[in-house]
């Protein structure tokens, strides 16, 4: 069974920086691509960035050029590099990794931006 635990979300400042993990583990299979979400109180749950096994990625345009979707293959991590945060990213951060045909899900992690 595979299993993805999100981490290093928390506090932070306006115009500050924090860098998601996910990593993958129980699984054998090659990992197609990895996605981070996020969800805002009474919000719908919304993809914030994606990366495909080749580096390909696609981002949202309100995180465009202020986050960065990287992965490690050889570890099944893959991160998400946050910087000039804002209030309005205040959420919780899931991420989740298409393998074969199903799609997993980590639990989320809180990100908070205020001052």
């Known amino acids: 069974q595979v299993q993805l635990v999100e981490s290093g979300g928390g506090l932070v400042q306006p115009g500050g920086s924090l860098r998601l993990s996910c990593a993958a583990s129980?699984?054998?299979?090659?990992?197609?691509?990895v996605g981070w979400h996020r969800q805002a109180p009474g919000k719908q749950r919304e993809l914030v960035a994606r990366?495909?096994?080749?580096?390909?990625?696609y981002y949202q345009d309100s995180v465009k050029g202020r986050f960065t979707i990287s992965r490690d293959n050889a570890k099944n991590t893959a991160d998400l590099q946050m910087n000039s945060l804002k209030p309005e990213d205040t959420a919780v951060y899931y991420c989740?990794?298409?393998?074969?045909?199903?799609?997993?899900w980590g639990q989320g992690t809180q990100v908070t931006v205020s001052s």
């Open positions: 989740d990794a298409v393998i074969g045909l199903w799609t997993y």
């Open positions: 990366i495909t096994s080749v580096g390909s990625t």
């Open positions: 129980g699984g054998n299979s090659t990992i197609k691509s």
